[in-house]
Structure formats: C-alpha cells, structure tokens
C-alpha cells in the first residue's frame, strides 16, 4: 500500500510563489520517480516536473526556469516562483513504478 499526501497549494497573485509538498509512505521501490502533474480545466493532465531516485531530473518547457523539484527520501517538493495565469491548475503527485496518485492540490494564480 502506498500513500501520497501533498500540500501547499492555495491562490497567488501573478508573479508570486508557491511550493508544493508530496510525501510518499508505504511499500515504495528503491528505484522510483516522484514528480508532479496538472490538470487545468478542460485540459489533459500534464507532467510538470520529474525527480527520480538516481537524482534524474527534468521539467515540462513551459516551467523550465521558473519551478524547480528536489527531494528528500520519499518526499518532492515543487518550488514555483513567477506564477503565471496559465499555472492555474489541480496539481497532483505521482509515484512511478505503480502508478500511485495524491489526492491532488489546487493552484489558482490571479491576475
């Protein structure tokens, strides 16, 4: 069984900064990728940022510069800074292999 809680979403002005948290607990492979997704309204779901257990990272082109993913152990973070409306999203964890997902965390950025 394995369990992703994420935290740290909320609403910020454009411009602003948030950072995001995801802890993974449970039966977790020693080789492994925790990384962020999004889903805005009427949009597919999207990777944001990728970290893997090897310290492999890598990030969608539409953030590079702007977010940047670490990791400590069995929890990412995902520091966004210069939000831009288009940011606006539910942002969920993921933990590959297995295809475990978090419950999901809102970012809203206004203008």
């Known amino acids: 069984q394995v369990q992703l809680v994420e935290s740290g979403g909320g609403l910020v002005q454009a411009g602003g900064s948030l950072r995001l948290s995801c802890e993974a607990s449970g039966s977790i492979r020693s080789v492994n990728n925790l990384g962020w997704y999004r889903q805005a309204p009427g949009k597919q779901r999207e990777l944001v940022a990728m970290y893997s257990s090897v310290g492999i990272t890598n990030y969608a082109n539409s953030v590079k510069g702007r977010f940047t993913i670490s990791r400590a152990k069995n929890t990412v973070y995902l520091q966004m800074n210069s939000l831009k409306l288009e940011d606006t999203a539910v942002y969920y964890c993921?933990?590959?292999?297995?295809?475990?997902w978090g419950q999901g965390t809102q970012v809203t950025v206004s203008s």
């Open positions: 993921k933990l590959t292999p297995g295809d475990y």
